[in-house]
């Protein structure tokens, strides 16, 4: 008994020592792809936010650890980051992105209806045109 105390307490501390290399390591992937893309990192953390399994490249189970961050592009936002690991490595990276389309009235144009004009007559509701039936 005292043998499955001692391999259950070397798991545990050598699952903690894996988990804190695992969230390094995302750390410093999410500070590094927010400087690469010129965004704030913010809260200087990643938070852990899933456990599960994976296989590497060579078949191997890992254990895969998904952390999330938060990041700014404006200063006056936040935007959510994620880091998923694949043992100590880097398996994805995402950063949220928002794109925000500035509309000039020179760019706007009129909607076109999803239905034809026929010539002057617009189907209404309810009712089809003999083109429609035939179709």
């Known amino acids: 008994m ?29 500070k590094r792809a927010c400087r690469e893309e010129g965004v704030q990192f913010l809260d200087d953390t990643v938070a852990f936010a899933k456990l599960g ?6 078949g191997h ?3 895969r650890r998904t ?6 592009d404006t200063g006056d936002n936040r935007l959510k980051g994620m880091v998923v690991m694949l ?6 990276l995402d950063l949220e992105r928002r794109y925000i389309e500035v509309m000039t009235p020179e760019v ?13 007559r617009r189907p209404h509701h309810g009712h089809h ?3 429609e039936e035939e179709s």
């Open 53 to 58: 399994f994976g296989r590497d490249g060579w």
């Open 67 to 72: 952390y999330r961050f938060e990041f700014s």
């Open 61 to 63: 189970l890992k254990l």
């Open 108 to 120: 706007i144009r009129p909607q076109i209806p999803a239905w034809r004009w026929e010539g002057s």
């Open 2 to 30: 005292e043998l499955g105390l001692i391999g259950f307490f070397a798991a545990l501390v050598w699952f903690w020592v894996d988990s804190m290399a695992a969230r390094e390591a995302a750390e410093v992937a999410g």
């Open 129 to 131: 045109s003999r083109d």
């Open 87 to 92: 043992g100590r490595k880097v398996e994805t």
